[in-house]
């Protein structure tokens, strides 16, 4: 099994920057994902990671530790529209590689 | 624009009743899947299928079938719909393999059911 641990909810200032954690324990890991969802939207692809290290697109940047199970979504700049939830997903490479989800991180920023 | 497209946005439905939830890509992706969404238990999934005809149980297949006869159509089913099937339900595709753009998942606007 897997488990997919995120906080639910963090809070930050329009401007500043904000880091959300992901630590997961899985076996067969084959690469993490970072979705956003705005309330009452579809979850949209932000990034994805499957080996060590920082990606970086533009204000947002996602980082990856698989030795330490630990991802995280770093935002830069932070905007009002970035007030969103973010979903850490967890690829395995056991048979068809389907994605587990984390119960995602609500994020509000405020002015 | 790519697009999952999900026939109903809201319904409204009695216990017992039968519930078709529609999904269509246009993406000819090969892999389609339904979730479940939930207040404090995230995405949850309840069944995959790679191929047209082939479906597979994803964590909480109980209660719901699917149908893929179609590439593009995957469609969920509750068979007799329970009030704790309530719940966002999310159509989602994505084109296999191992690389950055495989499972990508585009999901489709979401159908949000509330069973009587």
């Known amino acids: 099994g897997q488990n997919i641990d995120q906080p639910t909810e963090m809070t930050a200032t329009e401007g500043a920057i904000v880091q959300i954690n992901c630590t997961y324990q899985t076996s067969g890991f084959n690469g993490l994902f970072w979705y956003q969802q705005h309330a009452g939207e579809a979850p949209t692809f932000l990034s994805y990671?499957?080996?060590?290290g920082l990606e970086e697109k533009g204000r947002f940047s996602s980082f990856l530790s698989r030795s330490k199970g630990y991802s995280y979504l770093l935002l830069k700049e932070l905007q009002m529209k970035d007030s969103a939830s973010y979903l850490c997903?967890?690829?395995?490479?056991?048979?068809?590689?389907?994605?587990?989800f984390g119960t995602g991180t609500r994020l509000l920023v405020s002015p | 624009d790519v697009k999952v497209t999900q026939s109903s946005r809201y319904l409204v439905k009695r216990t017992g009743e039968k519930v078709f939830l529609e999904c269509v890509q246009d993406?000819?992706?090969?892999?389609m899947f339904w979730y479940r969404q939930d207040p404090g238990l995230g995405l949850r999934l309840i069944y995959f299928?790679?191929?047209?005809?082939?479906?597979e149980k994803g964590d909480i297949p109980e209660g719901y079938s699917v149908s893929r006869e179609k590439k593009e159509r995957f469609s969920l089913i509750l068979e007799s719909a329970s009030t704790n099937q309530t719940s966002m339900y999310l159509c989602a595709s994505s084109s296999p393999g191992t690389g950055t753009g495989a499972n990508v998942l585009t999901f489709g606007a979401g159908s949000r059911l509330t069973v009587l």
């Open positions: 997903a967890v690829r395995r490479n056991t048979g068809f590689q389907k994605l587990v």
């Open positions: 990671n499957v080996l060590d």
């Open positions: 993406m000819d992706h090969e892999n």
């Open positions: 299928s790679y191929d047209v005809k082939m479906k």
